[in-house]
């Protein structure tokens, strides 16, 4: 059962600011890249400076950390915050924390200091803030929650994948986890992507490239539900790897996956929320779920959040599920919308009772969850 | 079960080769003459595996390949069976990377423009996973759990947890963590490393070396495994998680995180502590750690804390980070093959501090064995046990 909900982006901070300015962004860009002198600038959805962590969480327990870290601390306060997870159960509590990139920018200064004063220059803080899960331990460590507390290093699907392991946990017997994507902007490693490929490319959306997003999206999941409202069901998850096969037949696999264990049809499904940042890799999740008769409605966030890796992939929970809770199909914010994706450049009031949550990485993997409305 | 084991570290590569040398007392550690040591350095040797010539990124790569072939040779498959039903899963503090120096001269000398930006591409962790579900073609769910130094024995865990819930029938297991500047700097900083020797629950203890490791593990569900005729090692069957949700670098002084992990691993399993015939200890041997497990270890086994054998292998492997919670649990596993016990390569009088005499296996010895426990705890008070029992 879903209890809580936090994130922390620049479009908004706290769910239902998050969710405000999804359906209504403001007209001002959203982009604010923090460049060194002499870097190419990459488009990028990050805040303007460091992120105020200390106005949501323990001021001192993040003064040091790094920026993926404060994030994390941040919107894991928030999911707690609304989960209001007794104190009883914190000890039980697992953090799955998603993360491509970790704390990459303290890594890299790290390095610069090292490289510019030898080993008796390495920085205590820098190296311990750039160990890949300081984030999970941060949250861990603030909240007091002493289940399992893993970070899951991958690639653009980690945060549902840290979902999907978050939902096992519930499986074998926690009684509740805190599981999410969070995302830091770091120019050097951006414009390493860029110079790869990976990021930058054009959308298809509309003219705009595909920004870099930052930011981190994390819910709590509990075992039983708890208080009067009517909840939202992380049914079913899948992930699969194309191995030597192809990335379409993994994606399928996955989808048949997460509907035969959640015991449906696929045609059953409502809504399909994509974390795909090119037309091409939304067409492959419509035309996928089309080979297997579903033709749901379609979100696709990052038109508008950017290139998150994991915070993208984990902000497609936020949008499910408030899409879900709010009977309203999200809006994809981009012109020329293909017909065949069944989706709206502008908020919709529609009945949807099961979304679909999926994410690809360019590496092959696929993560797949599928949220419903109890009952 | 476990069908198939693969280990590469500085002592050998090969399951066989670093058993016999660690039976032997023998220990892994060398100078690292190709770091930027200052000359009145105190600390310099590590453990090393391989061709200090090659790419940090390829070398680290290349060894974790040799592992897993290592351990699915013996298991007598080459790739997956049933490639939909086989699970990756990867245990690593810094997944290797490695190239961040290489990018940083280029920078340095040359300025943004002349930047080797490609060199970041290590940052892609997931190029790891790809390339291993590629070369054997294992197509089921893939992870790579990155939880520092307890990151192998968590990959072991995530991999039960996916034939347990019936997700997949085999799983390919792998810890790993090279020995590179970026740790070797880092854990300068925070002084956790000794110029000397690495003296477990000793007296005057100043901390650890660092060393390459790389183990895999091959796990089945035990039906299909023995369907399929490949024959069990040993069987995992316990482990435990917990955070100690106290301090970024310090383990909760009285070690409850760590008896957390312990006393969970032992439910799982349905075992009483008296079950346990030996532990495989974390022992980093710097002053908090040991003291921590040691009082974990006090409120587990109670008294019999000090007639229980306590096994440490960072005296002759080095701690090989996020390899750590694999590579030991591979020897784990190996103690349970051979019943014997290998034993600590240096040990000083036994810290003050700590109440109790301990069995430190001073001497490799026979012993009879059903099961051995393995801790690894990590950075970030994240804590793992795992229970190994003859098959």
């Known amino acids: 059962m879903l209890t809580g909900l936090g994130v922390a982006c620049p479009l908004g901070v706290g769910r239902e600011a998050f969710w405000g300015a999804y359906l209504a962004p403001p007209a001002e860009p959203l982009s604010a890249p923090r460049v060194r002198e002499g870097l190419v600038a990459t488009p990028a959805v990050c805040f303007p400076k460091d992120f105020p962590a200390e106005r949501y969480t323990d001021r001192r327990a993040v003064r040091k950390a790094s920026e993926v870290a404060r994030l994390a601390a941040a919107a894991g306060q928030l999911a707690l915050d609304a989960a209001a997870l007794p104190d009883g159960l914190r000890a039980e509590t697992c953090v799955v924390l998603g993360t491509a990139l970790g704390c990459s920018r303290y890594y890299l200064e790290f390095h610069e200091k090292l490289q510019r004063k030898g080993i008796k220059g390495a920085n205590a803080v820098l190296f311990t803030e750039s160990v890949f899960n300081a984030a999970s331990a941060h949250v861990s460590r603030i909240h007091g929650l002493r289940g399992a507390a893993h970070t899951l290093a991958g690639g653009e699907d980690v945060g549902l994948a840290a979902l999907a392991a978050g939902r096992d946990r519930l499986l074998l017997g926690a009684p509740a986890v805190l599981v999410g994507g969070a995302e830091q902007y770091a120019d050097l490693v951006h414009a390493s992507l860029l110079h790869e490929g990976r990021v930058g490319r054009a959308l298809g959306l509309g003219d705009a490239p595909v920004a870099f997003g930052e930011g981190a999206a994390l819910a709590v999941f509990e075992a039983e539900p708890r208080g009067s409202e009517a909840p939202l069901r992380l049914t079913a998850t899948a992930r699969t790897r194309a191995g030597r096969g192809t990335a379409e037949e993994a994606l399928v696999r996955a989808l048949r996956a997460v509907c035969a264990a959640a015991g449906i049809e696929p045609a059953a499904l409502d809504l399909l929320v994509s974390a795909g940042a090119t037309r091409g890799e939304v067409d492959a999740h419509v035309l996928a779920l089309a080979g297997l008769g579903a033709s749901p409605r379609t979100c696709a966030p990052k038109a508008l959040l950017g290139e998150g890796f994991a915070f993208g992939s984990a902000a497609t929970l936020v949008l499910g599920a408030q899409a879900l809770a709010t009977q309203t199909l999200p809006p994809t914010h981009a012109a020329a919308l293909p017909p065949s994706w069944r989706a709206s450049p502008e908020p919709e009031a529609v009945p949807l009772r099961r979304a679909l949550l999926l994410a690809q990485s360019a590496h092959g993997s696929v993560s797949a969850a599928l949220l419903e409305v109890a009952g | ?391």
């Open chain 2, 1 to 391: 079960m476990v069908t198939g084991i693969g280990l590469v570290t500085g002592l050998a590569r090969g399951v066989n080769s670093t058993w016999e040398r660690l039976f032997r007392s023998e220990r892994a550690f060398c100078e690292l003459a190709h770091y930027p040591l200052e000359p009145d350095a105190e600390v310099r040797e590590g453990a090393w595996a391989g061709d200090a010539e090659t790419a940090p990124r390829e070398r680290a790569h290349a060894l974790l390949v040799a592992a897993c072939e290592e351990a699915l040779g013996q298991a007598g498959l080459s790739v997956a069976p049933d490639p939909a039903r086989s699970a990756l899963v990867l245990g690593s503090s810094l997944a290797a990377q490695a190239s961040a120096p290489a990018f940083w001269s280029s920078l340095l000398a040359g300025g943004p423009g002349a930047a080797e930006l490609g060199a970041l591409k290590s940052y892609d962790v997931e190029a790891r996973l790809a390339d291993l579900s590629q070369r054997f073609d294992l197509r089921g769910e893939a992870a790579l759990v990155s939880n520092a130094c307890a990151a192998g024995a968590s990959a072991l865990g995530l991999a039960a947890d996916a034939l347990r819930l019936g997700r997949a029938d085999l799983a390919l297991v792998a810890g790993f963590d090279a020995l590179d500047l970026h740790t070797f700097a880092g854990f300068q900083s925070i002084q956790a490393l000794t110029g000397g020797d690495v003296l477990p629950f000793s007296q005057g203890r100043a901390g650890m070396k660092l060393g390459d490791g790389f183990a895999a593990l091959v796990l089945e569900r035990g039906e299909v495994a023995r369907a399929a005729g490949r024959a069990p090692l040993a069987r995992l069957v316990g482990y435990g998680e917990s955070a100690d949700a106290h301090h970024l670098t310090q383990p909760h002084p009285e070690g409850l995180g760590a008896e957390l992990a312990m006393r969970r691993a032992l439910e799982l399993a349905g075992l009483e502590p008296a079950a346990i015939d030996a532990v495989n200890v974390h022992a980093t041997a710097t002053p908090a750690n040991d003291l921590a497990e040691y009082r974990a270890l006090l409120a587990v086994f109670g008294e019999r804390v000090s007639s229980l054998p306590l096994v440490a292998l960072k005296p002759a492997l080095g701690h090989t980070l996020g390899g750590a919670g694999a590579v030991e649990a591979v020897i784990s596993l190996a103690l349970l093959l051979h019943q014997a016990l290998v034993p600590s390569a240096t040990l000083g009088e036994l810290d003050p501090e700590i109440g109790h005499a301990l069995d430190r296996v001073p001497a490799a010895r026979p012993a009879a064995l059903r099961h051995v426990m393995s801790n690894a705890f990590g950075f970030g008070g994240c804590n793992a046990s795992l229970i190994f029992a003859v098959p």
